[in-house]
């Protein structure tokens, strides 16, 4: 990865990218600018990877990519799941580190324990209507040719069956499914939602495969109902979930959600 925090120098850019460098970061949850993009790491295919944000007094901390969303016609970032007094709790960033597969995994630690802090704070805005069930969106369809899950088992560590698919949220900018709702068998029908890039679909057995969810752990993950808790719901599933992937792969870091027309 290579480090931008300042200049005209983009090249290192994927197509789609933008350079985000001066943007404020507004916080979803109580909808407060608390930080400035200063810089951001780049992954060898041209995405951020990492946003190094100014916290104030000189202080700079990272965010995960994939954790933020671009706002272009604002020329800001948006950040949903944390408020604005969580920011500059995130992991410092130490220009002289190297940022290697353990770097990225304690890094992504320490931003999974800012964002259990869970202080008492009013319910994030409404997404604005970019994310929504695709049973409420008559005029989109699954792709010909692409599976739709919705009535597939979701299966766990050791291929137990541990409850189903019960609807789709889809990203109507990008046309594209962010999340899956998943639906537990018994305990009144709850509910949770789940990162689509944590899944595996499973064509053959019609089921979403989730090797990390253990029976137990759901005991632990945040109960979804609330429409206008979609962001906050999701990310802190994939933070009790922790990375689902190899480091490298973690959705968490993942900058099509920043950036989804860069894909």
Request: charged residues 25%; contains cysteine.
């Given at each position: ?6 200049g ?29 993009v ?48 969580q ?19 304690a ?11 869970e ?21 989109l ?17 050791a ?10 949220l ?31 679909l ?17 005991q ?6 609330d ?37």
């Amino acid at each position: 990865m290579t480090l931008a925090t300042g200049g005209p120098d983009t090249g290192a850019l994927a197509g789609g990218v933008h350079d985000i460098r001066g943007w404020p970061v507004r916080t979803l949850v109580d909808d407060r600018v608390a930080a400035t993009v200063e810089g951001f790491l780049v992954s060898e295919a041209g995405l951020l990877r990492w946003l190094v944000l100014g916290v104030g007094d000189g202080r700079r901390v990272l965010l995960p990519g994939g954790q933020a969303r671009a706002d272009r016609e604002g020329a800001q970032i948006r950040l949903p799941g944390l408020a604005a007094d969580q920011i500059p709790l995130l992991p410092a960033y130490d220009p002289a580190a190297v940022l290697d597969d353990d770097a990225e995994e304690a890094l992504l630690a320490a931003y999974t324990a800012v964002l259990l802090r869970e202080p008492a704070l009013p319910p994030p805005p409404e997404p604005e209507g970019d994310v929504a069930p695709l049973e409420l969106l008559p005029e989109l369809k699954v792709a010909s040719g692409e599976p739709d899950p919705r009535g597939w088992d979701l299966v766990g560590a050791a291929d137990i069956p541990l409850g189903r698919i019960s609807e789709l949220l889809v990203d109507t900018r990008a046309m594209k499914v962010r999340y899956l709702v998943c639906r537990l068998p018994g305990d009144a029908g709850r509910s949770f939602l789940l990162p689509i890039g944590y899944a595996r679909l499973d064509t053959r057995a019609r089921a979403v495969r989730v090797p990390r969810l253990t029976a137990e752990a759901l005991q632990d993950l945040h109960p979804w109902s609330d429409p206008t808790e979609v962001h906050r719901a999701a990310a802190a599933t994939a933070a009790r979930l922790g990375a689902a992937r190899a480091v490298g792969e973690d959705p968490r870091l993942d900058a099509s959600l920043l950036f989804p027309e860069a894909q």
